[in-house]
């Protein structure tokens, strides 16, 4: 039980353009959903924490205008990256917590990341 | 704020222990997660301690003192596998979120 899926696994996309990943629970409904980001050799930064139907809670530094997530159901959360720069190139992760799974419900799952590079 | 600590790197040999520390100072806790974490992949749960004492899983186990801040991931009888990031996590049920250390990267040698 709790996977969690990520799509695309990388993208390769010219500056200026949008990117939109998606994550979702298959086997669990995640009440709250987690997007993190890591640069090479270094460690995961939450970047924000959404809940489904409500706001996003952005984590300082972080612009909400340019991340856009949505979590419209208990299990897909997007993501869209808007005019994307090279200096946004790097592994975005999702993570979901919920009910139901043998973890407990603080346990969060993460997805398999997707590779994002800005030319 | 929360400052988590843990090495940079630590080398072992196939078949030995090895021990990665991990000291935390935050203003509130609910409990330390343990994820590994190999090259260009997500980050897998291996363990996740709320009380004080020894927890064991197989080959792995992980130790919390919460009056000391205070963590360690024990890995046994260690596999070329096990070469990886160990990531220690603070939970903070207040904000709802993970903090996460820097991470160990554990090179395990034949």
């Known amino acids: 039980g709790a996977v969690v899926s990520q799509h695309p696994s990388w993208v390769i996309c010219k500056s200026g353009t949008s990117v939109k990943i998606e994550c979702r629970s298959l086997d669990f409904q995640a009440t709250t959903m987690f997007w993190y980001r890591q640069f090479p050799k270094q460690s995961l930064m939450l970047m924000a924490t959404?809940?489904?139907?409500?706001?996003?809670?952005?984590e300082q530094g972080v612009e909400k205008d340019k991340f856009l997530i949505n979590h419209a159901s208990l299990t897909l959360s997007t993501l869209t990256v808007t005019s994307a720069h090279p200096e946004d190139s790097s592994f975005y992760i999702c993570?979901?917590?919920?009910?139901?799974?043998?973890?407990?419900?603080?346990?969060?799952?993460f997805g398999p990341g997707t590779r994002l590079t800005v030319l | 704020g929360q400052n988590i600590d843990q090495p940079t790197e630590m080398t072992a040999t196939e078949g030995a222990i090895v021990q990665i520390n991990c000291t935390y100072q935050t203003s509130g806790f609910n409990g330390l997660f343990w994820y590994q974490q190999h090259a260009g992949e997500a980050p897998t749960f291996l363990s996740y301690?709320?009380?004080?004492g020894l927890e064991e899983k197989g080959r792995f186990s992980s130790f919390l003192s919460r009056s000391k801040g205070y963590s360690y991931l024990l890995l046994k009888e260690l596999q070329m596998k096990d070469s990886a990031s160990y990531l220690c996590a603070v939970y903070k049920a207040a904000g709802n979120k993970l903090t996460f250390g820097g991470g160990t990267r554990v090179l395990v040698k034949p």
């Open positions: 993570s979901a917590r919920g009910s139901g799974v043998g973890g407990g419900t603080d346990t969060q799952y």
């Open positions: 301690n709320v009380l004080d």
């Open positions: 959404s809940n489904e139907g409500s706001k996003a809670t952005y």
